[in-house]
């Protein structure tokens, strides 16, 4: 950690000592996380404070402010500003910030998983993970010179041609969910900035410092006051977002609910919008599958950071005589260790809050109501040191029905629901009839079978025996139908699409007014 920074929380966590970093961000000094404007680290003059709680003790770890309404404003102002100067950047330099970029998130990876872990709850393995993928974003978005490359078509008439140029939009804005606090943020203001964009940033109230970190981090890389700014809060901020004219995009991944209102709202008032939302992902396990890779891969990709990830396969169906499995799977779950996210060997640690928790247990027991078989009970758990904390053990329902509300509610925990089907046609019958398009898997040896399911599943991101086929950023996060809102995807060549817009220039240079120039004979430089 050779250039993180100065002071921090570092007083207010020493409850957790495990966790604190020798040194930590300027972002977090004292005990309320700040706005960030204009290149400044802002203390809100708000009334109104949110308690962040670590999910594996409850106890309060740091205080988000709702940003007030001059302090949004100030936000948007600051970024307005900033584009002035910053859209009209060389490509070439903000590449160069982004190669810098990379390097500091590389740098002091392990220091924002620690914060992940403090605020979110997931494993220290899993949080690197969540900075490991953003990180992947980043990197890819050095071959900016690549990707913002505009069209040409010469001789569209005598000495006429058109080409085409990809440029900003002009002040963009992201609102990000609790589940991935550092990958998610960097889906959206990096690919943004590297644009030519500038960014007001609403990271999720639950846990934002990651945010915070990776925002201080790109100030350190070069990118200039008012390129990013940092506001806080819930429902007002998010309005703010919607409605304010100076914002042209808005960026989202969250609930259901909060998707579609921010889609409908934004989309209203004349903002391009891409909404991340619910799923309910599948895994079709055929019978002549690898059983011993099947089994592990259903394992981690169901319970993996307490099943609160939009690709997790929370939804397993059973071909034939594949069903057979079922046992050996419930012991492999059993024997996944459930621990808070910093103590070695964890497998599952604990969920958000304790209302997810009790959301989670209800809709297991909403199973059993309605006639599945709760085959592995997790809700009853209890962590030896952390028994305030907000854990879930690994629980599994067999003998769901397409019409239970534990198969047709999105979970979001650590709980796989499993049906039955007589056929791969069935499966895929299944599937299809589901309101979601985020993901789902097969599992086979047999690649005939691979490419009739590929080839007929409506689903957005398909996996051929990997469970979460999330794809790196050289192409794009592709969810369809119901998990998804707009009609330009996440990162990838859409993600540069979606924070530019093209401009079209025709125009006419006549040969015969060709001037002559003396011959210029030194070497030219590009700046």
């Not at 102002?77 to 100067?85: E, I, P």
């Not at 809102?485 to 996440?490: L, V």
């Not at 817009?501 to 006419?508: A, G, N, P």
């Amino acid at each position: 950690m050779n250039r993180l920074l100065s002071t921090g929380l570092c007083s207010l966590r020493k409850v957790q000592t495990n966790l604190v970093a020798s040194r930590c961000l300027s972002s977090f000094q004292g005990q309320n996380t700040k706005n960030f404007i204009n290149g400044e680290f802002v203390e809100s003059k708000t009334t109104d404070w949110i308690d962040v709680h670590n999910p594996a003790t409850n106890e309060v770890v740091t205080r988000v402010p709702k940003s007030t309404p001059d302090e949004m404003h100030a936000a948007v102002d600051a970024a307005s500003q900033a584009f002035m100067t910053w859209s009209q950047e060389t490509v070439m330099a903000r590449q160069q910030v982004m190669f810098k970029y990379q390097q500091l998130i590389k740098e002091n990876l392990k220091e924002i998983a620690k914060n992940i872990t403090l605020e979110q709850g997931k494993t220290l393995v899993d949080a690197e993970g969540d900075v490991i993928r953003g990180l992947q974003v980043v990197e890819h978005l050095c071959s900016i010179t690549s990707l913002q490359l505009g069209e040409t078509l010469p001789g569209i008439a005598k000495d006429m041609e058109t080409y085409t140029m990809r440029v900003p939009l002009g002040v963009c804005a992201g609102i990000t969910p609790f589940n991935f606090p550092a990958m998610i943020p960097l889906w959206m203001f990096p690919v943004a900035a590297v644009c030519g964009n500038t960014y007001v940033l609403k990271p999720s109230e639950r846990d934002p410092g990651a945010s915070m970190m990776l925002v201080e981090l790109a100030q350190q890389a070069g990118v200039p006051d008012g390129v990013i700014n940092v506001i806080h809060g819930q429902h007002e901020a998010v309005d703010f977002i919607c409605d304010n004219p100076a914002i042209r995009a808005v960026s989202f991944v969250g609930s259901d609910r909060a998707g579609e209102y921010i889609h409908k709202k934004a989309s209203f008032n004349g903002k391009r919008v891409q909404c991340n939302m619910g799923a309910k992902n599948h895994g079709v396990i055929m019978p002549d599958a690898n059983k011993e890779n099947t089994l592990n891969q259903l394992t981690g990709a169901a319970f993996g950071a307490a099943g609160q990830r939009c690709m997790a396969l929370s939804t397993a169906i059973f071909v034939g005589d594949a069903k057979e499995w079922i046992p050996e799977l419930v012991e492999r779950s059993k024997k996944l260790k459930v621990n808070a996210g910093d103590q070695p060997g964890t497998d599952v640690g604990p969920l958000i809050s304790p209302e997810a928790k009790n959301r989670v247990c209800s809709l297991v027991q909403s199973g059993v109501d309605e006639g599945a078989s709760l085959v592995l009970d997790g809700r009853e758990v209890v962590v030896p040191g952390y028994e305030k904390g907000n854990f879930v053990g690994p629980t599994i329902l067999t003998d769901v029905k397409n019409n239970m509300t534990c198969y047709t509610e999105e979970i979001f925990g650590p709980v796989l629901v499993i049906l039955h089907a007589d056929t791969l046609d069935d499966a895929i019958t299944l599937i299809n009839s589901n309101p979601y398009g985020n993901g789902t898997a097969i599992f086979t040896t047999n690649g005939a079978t691979a490419k009739k399911f590929t080839g007929q599943i409506d689903v957005g991101q398909i996996g051929v025996n990997v469970p979460i086929p999330v794809p790196l950023p050289m192409f794009s996060f592709t969810g369809s139908r119901g998990s998804f809102r707009g009609d330009t995807n996440f990162y990838g060549k859409q993600g540069i699409q979606f924070y530019t817009q093209v401009k079209t220039v025709t125009q006419l240079w006549k040969e015969e007014d060709v001037s002559h120039q003396k011959a210029q004979v030194a070497m030219p430089v590009m700046k």
